[in-house]
């Protein structure tokens, strides 16, 4: 088997609610099976969201649940895939810090798991809450050490 010029064992995919963030976990499974790699999805909570949980206008536990159906949808793409996944939620805004965003979050995440490669989801900014990744692409295209795919 010729060697490949990456060496990957963890490939992280930030993930929303959006049909990108979807396309972008097939894009990380696929990777990561190629490279008999682990996959971990990060479900990055918006400003809206982090507002309202704050506000306590909104139930942590229906957040949580959104949550779930967000990182089952990676996992059931990598069971699909055999390729083993891992999930996390962060939140991609701050009342506190200015430098608390989504791409940040993606860049300290894939940071603090030791991620080999990131694919991130590019996504036309329509205005749903539940999108938060639209900014991201860019930001973790710019400041990322490890390679970074952007679908």
Known sequence: MPSRP??????LVPVDQSEEATRAAEYAVAIAAEYDAAVHAVHVLGEDVVRAIERGAVDEDAVFEESRAVTD?????????????????????????????????????????DADFIVVPREPVSGDPGEVLAKAAEYVLLYASQPVLSV
């Open 6 to 11: 990456l060496s990957i064992d963890l490939v």
């Open 73 to 113: 949808t990676v996992s059931g793409i990598a069971d699909d895939a055999d390729v083993s996944v891992s999930t996390s939620v962060a939140y991609g805004f701050s009342t506190t810090s200015k430098l608390l965003h989504p791409g940040s979050v993606v860049l300290d995440t894939a940071e603090e798991l």
